[in-house]
């Protein structure tokens, strides 16, 4: 498989793998130690604990299922990437999504990333491939584009700043 996907069935492959490589990773932290913000955020100068950054994969999963239901229904693009933000304001956009899912501990955020994941890879299995990746959404990305730039590939940075923590809190 390319690092980009071309197609829905790489689209789907790119999700599986980086979601599955990062769930093994994710699955044997303590609990106790997902709440300490000790990675860097996503704005400058911030810090993010292993809560917010599941926050952050599940407010953008949520995000992508929002864009294809307005999308569906009004048969335009919907505000981008959220209303009330910019594409230059991510860095807030990413606090929002901590802030949307402060309440919940680990546990509850590994099972809404799982859940979230999994609407979108049956979002995208109800999808035809011309849908996808064969007619222009954003500028000049289709929507199969999108869906990854806001999945996979957060998947794998993610997993990423999760394998570097833990090596330096000897979890590795």
Same mark, same amino acid.
């Given at each position: 498989m390319?690092?980009?996907?071309?197609?829905?069935i790489e689209l789907i492959e790119a999700i599986q793998s980086t979601y599955q490589a990062l769930k093994t990773d994710l699955e044997n932290i303590p609990a106790t130690l997902t709440e300490k913000k000790e990675m860097d955020g996503h704005m400058k100068d911030t810090k993010m604990s292993v809560c917010n950054?599941?926050?952050?994969l599940i407010g953008w999963g949520e995000l992508v299922l929002k864009w294809d239901i307005f999308f569906q229904k009004e048969k335009k693009l919907p505000d981008l990437p959220e209303t009330g933000f +910019?594409?230059?304001?991510?860095?807030? =956009?990413?606090?929002?999504?901590?802030?949307?899912?402060?309440?919940?501990d680990f546990l509850t955020l590994l099972k809404k990333y799982d859940n979230t994941v999994e609407k979108i890879l049956k979002?995208?299995?109800n999808k035809e491939n011309k849908e996808l990746y064969e007619t222009p959404w954003y500028k000049k990305y289709p929507f199969g584009r999108m869906i990854q730039f806001n999945t996979a590939s957060p998947y794998?940075?993610?997993?990423?700043?999760?394998? +570097?923590?833990?090596?330096?809190?000897? =979890?590795?």
């Open positions: 390319s690092s980009v996907p071309k197609n829905k950054l599941m926050a952050y +910019k594409m230059n304001q991510m860095g807030e =956009l990413a606090q929002k999504f901590y802030k949307d899912f402060e309440g919940d979002m995208i299995n794998k940075n993610a997993r990423g700043r999760i394998r +570097k923590w833990k090596k330096e809190k000897n =979890l590795l």
